[in-house]
Structure formats: structure tokens, C-alpha cells
Nanobody, 122 residues
Framework: QLQASGGGLVQPGGSLRLSCTGSGFALGTSAVGWFRQAPGKEREGLSCISPAAGTSYYVDSVTGRFTISRDNGKNTVYLQMDTLKPEDTAVYYC?????????????????WGQGTQVTVSS
């Protein structure tokens, strides 16, 4: 089971760090992706990281602002989000799968956590 946490309300330009933790699920052997879904919009792939953290990809809209990382010893993957914008408001999800691909397709991931709400507003 995966659990995403760390969401909240933040002002534009602020930062949040999301965490994805495996409970009874060893994240260390899985690629992990972060996705988000805003009201009325399709789910969007944001970033993924390979099991050994040697490979990571980002969608253009978050490149340079978001950073994915992992601590396999803590069974946790992080998404550091800086310079947040109102359009980043969404429910954020983490998911685990066999491989991190640049396409960031949700179909690559079989295991999903519950989402965490991120709201960027003044």
C-alpha cells in the first residue's frame, strides 16, 4: 500500500515536499511516479524515478521547479515542489511500477496511493 502525504495550502511562490511511503510494500525495487489531477482535468504525469535513482524524468510544466528523489532506506520517495503556482493546485498521487519512462504514462503503474491535496492560493 502506498500513501502520499505532505499536501496543504501554500501561497504562490511557496514550496511543499510531498512524500510517498510504502506500507507493506517495498518501494526500493520499483519505479515511482508522481501524478496530479485537477478538477475537470485528466490525470497528468509529473515525474518518475527509477529504483536506484539513476534515472528521472519530468514533464515540461514542472521542470526546474519540482525535484524527485528517493530514500530506499526509508522506503520513501519525495517530490520537492518549489515556486508553486496556482495552476499547480490539484490532488497529487504517487504510484509504483516496473519502469520509469519519459512518457510518464499512468498505465505503466499498477500500484497507486491515495492522493494528497495541494492548493496554491493567496
Amino acid at each position: 500500500q502506498l500513501q502520499a502525504s505532505g499536501g496543504g495550502l501554500v501561497q504562490p511562490g511557496g514550496s511543499l515536499r510531498l512524500s510517498c511511503t510504502g506500507s507493506g510494500f517495498a518501494l526500493g525495487t520499483s519505479a515511482v511516479g508522481w501524478f496530479r489531477q485537477a478538477p475537470g482535468k485528466e490525470r497528468e504525469g509529473l515525474s518518475c524515478i527509477s529504483p536506484a535513482a539513476g534515472t528521472s524524468y519530468y514533464v515540461d510544466s514542472v521542470t526546474g521547479r519540482f525535484t524527485i528523489s528517493r530514500d530506499n532506506g526509508k522506503n520513501t520517495v519525495y517530490l520537492q515542489m518549489d515556486t508553486l503556482k496556482p495552476e499547480d493546485t490539484a490532488v497529487y498521487y504517487c504510484a509504483a511500477g516496473p519502469i520509469c519512462r519519459y512518457t510518464l504514462g499512468s498505465r505503466e503503474y499498477a500500484y497507486w496511493g491515495q492522493g494528497t491535496q495541494v492548493t496554491v492560493s493567496s
